[in-house]
């Protein structure tokens, strides 16, 4: 064994290595995990995750040192050692029968892999992931990192396990990197980022389900014997599941129970399961789709899967939420605009759909203009014959019937109104009635030979293809310095089927999907380092791609094409569950809404969107003159709160998805001085005598003071007791209570 100690190793103390009981600790502010190398083969065991300990010695709980399991004590039976060993990272073939994180095809076609420690190393920072969105260190001293190599002699295999701890938050960060050290290709046709094992505690699984309009609804089921979990098959995380799940106690509320929760830094197919053996084991997996995945490793080569997030509270889910929301906001958004406020926007879609000209969207900046809005997004139908979804995609050409004078004439007289402009574009996409397709209709994804599955009549350029990204590239670039644009929304419309790439043989199409993501995130990563500057908002039919990938490169996604005020207090609860109220797309639209045919009060749907980056989504000159005077006040209300919203920490008080009645939700500054409690009254009922709300988080010590009716309360009462929101007159009414520290 090669042990080195590092410099680091022996400054920063997050991650430590006890050399003579072979443990490695990772310690976050509150909780630790433990794992270490079992005594004689070298295997990697993980002893414990959990609450911070100080004792380093937790070996025992392997349950490896009863002297029945050892393969050297007991080589008679080694497989009762490989199907109950906690190994830090699974494989597959040699008896552990639980579902594992690798399997590698070796050229004989066999699919053993058994990984022992070779060595490691410890430093401060954290090295970048090749391709791969990645958390990073911001200054210095606040990441610390363990790498760890592993070696399958017979595969001639390293692989690389890399842990990061942060100083700020109690995620601990996790990669997988395989490189073939031998002569000859393997394959991998399996590799999560992720294998935890754990022991059953009665755990729940908590996941993000969804649809179109309805993203990331939390739901817990029963974490039973065998397979639990979620997956996308569709090359983007999609609407319906999420690459989030979470084990929880029974019954866990936001300040009490244990939560164990697992995200995955990737855009693309994935798989999220929990696995319940015959003991009552349990062994969570976190990664890409196995699903028509088949990656060849010449000799020499490395492939690195996804960063996963693993954050574990014994608090309650409240923690659990403060943890991710940190470790997004200070080592995984890059944008400039992350500490910004973003201009209100309006964007025209709801407003006009495809039936805009120059005149109209004019007009609609007027109007917007007066109420103090910043930004006029001009959405889908502005290029090509896009006179409805059903061509022109792929022909990035300015359509002079609607716009003469073409996209500089536009937004010059946007510009004049004061407004900053941003545009619309779905670059990985193209129709078959397109000038693009006619050209290139091989540059579609499509199986030779078999009519392609369309959805919204469109395909998906293959942007594998050196070319195919070429020209793509070139569309976006072109189009961004054609004028002076200053916001892109990224769209993506449709999910990844008749996957078959002419740019590679017929032994490395399961590399296509994998492949796909890297070409987004290269595209996106070359359109965020040519405009620096600029504000990129993604976008996938609402919130299809709203992942911790697509955070890397912009700030802000849409949340979900439902703007009902209503429908939104279940999407924005499960999304801000993982993900601060700062990446939130949200608009304010018309009523009835356009997804829901429900009405709600203007002014919910303007404090409901406050929660997020805040725009409204409609045809301003249809305002009627109550909603204008509405308008200014709410932008009013934006600049005064979201640097409050944007910055401070985010904590659940009530749910509607509960309790069938109200939402309530508060953001506290980081100082302590603000506070803005936000309550919904969703469905009323008769004769309630109001309602008190607790707060969380705050200093018990302190007393805040109500700014509408100069009420002085102490902390400790609005923790305890609650604050009393008066019962209210209808459905959808909503009320925002500004506390300001005395
Ligand atoms: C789907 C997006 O989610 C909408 O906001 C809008 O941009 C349409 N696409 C345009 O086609």
Redesign the pocket.
């Known amino acids: 064994m090669n042990i080195t100690k590092t410099k680091s190793e022996r400054g920063l103390n997050m991650i430590k290595y006890d050399d003579k009981l072979k443990i490695f600790k990772l310690d976050t502010i509150n909780t630790s995990y433990i794992f270490g190398l079992d005594d004689e083969a070298g295997y990697l065991c993980h002893y414990y995750y959990g609450k911070k300990l100080e004792s380093v010695d937790v070996r025992y709980l392997s349950r490896l040192y009863d002297g029945k399991y050892l393969p050297g004590v007991n080589a008679r039976d080694k497989n009762g050692f490989s199907d109950v060993a906690p190994f830090e990272f699974s494989t597959g073939g040699i008896g552990d029968f639980r579902p594992h994180a690798l399997e590698i095809v070796d050229k004989n076609g066999s699919i053993a892999c058994e990984l022992f420690y070779d060595s490691h190393r410890i430093y401060e920072g954290k090295e970048a992931l090749t391709g791969l969105p990645a958390t990073f260190s911001n200054k210095k001293g606040d990441v610390q990192t363990l790498e760890i190599t592993l070696k399958d002699k017979i595969l001639k295999l390293a692989v690389k396990l890399s842990y990061s701890v942060f100083s700020d938050t109690d995620a601990i960060v996790r990669s997988v990197k395989v490189i073939n050290e031998g002569s000859d290709s393997v394959n991998i046709t399996k590799i999560m980022s992720l294998s935890l094992d754990l022991d059953n505690e009665d755990f729940d699984l908590l996941s993000l389900h969804g649809s179109w309009g309805r993203e990331r609804t939390m739901e817990y089921r029963d974490l039973g014997h065998g397979f639990t979990g979620v997956s996308s098959q569709r090359g983007v995380s999609s609407h319906q599941e999420h690459p989030f799940i979470a084990l929880t106690s029974k019954n866990i509320t936001q300040t009490e129970g244990s939560v164990y929760a697992f995200n995955l830094v990737y855009s693309g197919s994935f798989e999220a399961v929990a696995h319940r053996n015959q003991f009552d084991l349990v062994r969570v997996l976190l990664g890409i789709s196995p699903y028509n995945f088949k990656w060849e490793l010449k000799p020499g080569d490395e492939f690195i899967a996804p960063e996963a997030v693993m954050v574990h509270s014994f608090k309650g889910l409240s923690a659990m939420t403060t943890a991710f929301h940190e470790l997004y906001r200070n080592h995984l958004i890059r944008s400039p605009y992350l500490h910004k406020k973003r201009p209100v926007l309006i ?1 025209n ?1 709801e407003g006009t759909y495809f039936d805009f000209d120059t005149e109209k969207l004019v007009n609609i900046a007027k109007e917007a203009a007066k109420g103090g809005i910043e930004m006029l997004v001009m ?2 139908g502005w290029f090509g014959n896009r006179f409805d ?1 059903n061509r022109a995609l792929g022909d990035w050409k300015v359509n002079e019937e609607k716009l003469p004078g073409g996209l500089k004439e536009l937004v010059r007289r946007v510009n004049d109104l004061g407004l900053k402009f941003g545009i ?1 574009m ?1 670059p990985e996409m193209v129709n078959p009635d397109s000038d693009l397709y006619r050209a290139h209709p091989d540059w579609a994804f499509e199986i030779p030979g078999r009519d392609p599955s369309l959805s919204r009549n469109q395909l998906v350029l293959d942007i594998t293809r050196q070319e195919v990204f070429d020209y793509v590239w070139n569309c976006v670039e072109s189009t961004l310095k054609s004028a002076n644009i200053e916001y892109l ?1 990224w ?1 993506m ?1 449709r999910a990844l089927c008749d996957i078959y790439s002419a740019g590679l043989p017929a032994d490395r199409q399961g590399e296509i999907m994998h492949r796909y993501v890297l070409s987004v995130y290269k595209l996106q990563e070359k359109l965020i380092t040519t405009f620096p500057e600029f504000l990129l908002e993604n ?4 919130g299809g791609r709203f992942d911790p990938g697509m955070l890397y490169y912009s700030p802000q996604i ?1 949340t979900s ?1 439902n703007t009902d005020a209503g429908a939104r207090l279940l999407i924005q609860e499960g999304t801000a569950l993982i993900y601060p109220l700062s990446t939130m797309g949200a608009h304010v639209s018309v009523c009835p809404n356009h997804a829901m045919g429900r009405n709600t009060p203007f002014e919910t749907r303007g404090n409901v969107a406050l929660a997020g980056t805040f725009g409204y989504e409609l045809d301003t000159t249809k305002f009627t003159d109550e909603e204008r005077e509405m308008v200014k006040e709410q932008v009013k209300t934006y600049h005064k709160y979201n640097d409050l919203v944007r910055e401070g920490d985010y904590y659940r008080l009530a749910s509607l998805r509960e309790n069938g009645v109200y939402d309530a939700w508060m953001v506290k500054s980081k100082d302590d001085k603000e506070i803005l409690v936000t309550f919904v009254l969703a469905n009323k009922v008769c004769n309630v005598k109001g309602r008190k709300i607790k707060l969380l988080g705050l200093n018990e010590a302190y007393k805040y003071v109500d700014e509408e009716t100069k009420v002085v309360y102490g902390a400790d009462v609005l923790s305890n007791a609650g604050i009393l929101i008066s019962d209210m007159w209808g459905d959808y009414q909503s009320k925002l209570i500004h506390l300001t520290k005395v």
């Open positions: 964007n879609w959405d889908d979804d619309w779905e929304k769209d419309n976008c996938s039919s609402g849409w094409d």
